[in-house]
């Protein structure tokens, strides 16, 4: 069974600190996702990374960075939170391209910013 | 952009039968995916379209017409357990998903 974990299930952290989500995955996947997810606006993609040290940003990257230095970790990097980005993150993990291959989600992190 | 429309909220009775709709304008498509989202958990696949027809799977079944755009995720002989939310996901290219909203799906007894 592919497993991918995220560090934390809930995070209180306050406006302008720096925040570091992490996200380990055990199937050896080269592709990685980050995404938030918001009532009524479902996920949305911030960042992928198809390889060690590659990111790509997704549809609203604004406010996010990525590190990727393992194939199995990647990191959503929060330079300074601030309340609109009190959401839920949910990782994923994929093999390579095409086919009926699905990603498989991490249990999300839900980060509040105060 | 991309666009995947799919309804907030459905309702239905145990043991019933609800068929969620998903329409999509996106600039290329390579599949469609359904998930289910419990609340507070995370997504699993349900299941994969990418030619037109029905894929059955037990008491899911999906369906997808690409010329219009357009796929439903059946789901037969409701349990209390189907509560939840199922999302609709179109992969436009080799590896970037896009998502619907969302629907919510609520059983009763």
């Known amino acids: 069974d592919v497993k991918v974990t995220q560090s934390s299930r809930y995070l209180v952290k306050r406006t302008g600190e720096k925040v570091f989500l992490e996200c380990v995955q055990d199937m050896d996947h080269e592709n990685m996702f980050w995404y938030r997810q918001d009532p009524g606006l479902g996920l949305r993609l911030i960042y992928f990374?198809?390889?060690?040290?590659?990111?790509e940003k997704g549809d609203i990257p604004e406010g996010y960075s990525v590190s990727r230095e393992k194939k199995e970790r990647f990191s959503l990097i929060l330079e300074s939170a601030s309340t609109n980005q009190t959401s839920m993150y949910l990782c994923?993990?994929?093999?390579?391209?095409?086919?009926?291959?699905?990603?498989?989600f991490g249990p999300g992190t839900r980060l509040l910013v105060l | 952009g991309q666009n995947i429309d799919q309804p907030t909220e459905m309702t239905a009775t145990e043991g019933a039968i609800v068929q969620i709709n998903c329409t999509y304008q996106t600039s290329g498509f390579n599949g469609l995916f359904w998930y289910q989202q419990h609340a507070g958990e995370a997504p699993t696949f349900l299941s994969y379209?990418?030619?037109?027809g029905l894929e059955e799977k037990g008491r899911f079944s999906s369906f997808l017409s690409r010329s219009k755009g357009y796929s439903y995720l059946l789901l037969k002989e409701l349990q209390m357990k189907d509560s939840a939310s199922y999302l609709c996901?179109?992969?436009?290219?080799?590896?970037?998903?896009?998502f619907g909203a969302g629907t919510t799906v609520t059983v009763r007894a």
């Open positions: 990374s198809y390889d060690v040290k590659m990111k």
């Open positions: 996901a179109v992969r436009d290219g080799d590896y970037k998903l896009s």
């Open positions: 379209n990418v030619l037109d």
């Open positions: 994923a993990s994929s093999p390579p391209a095409g086919g009926a291959e699905t990603q498989y």
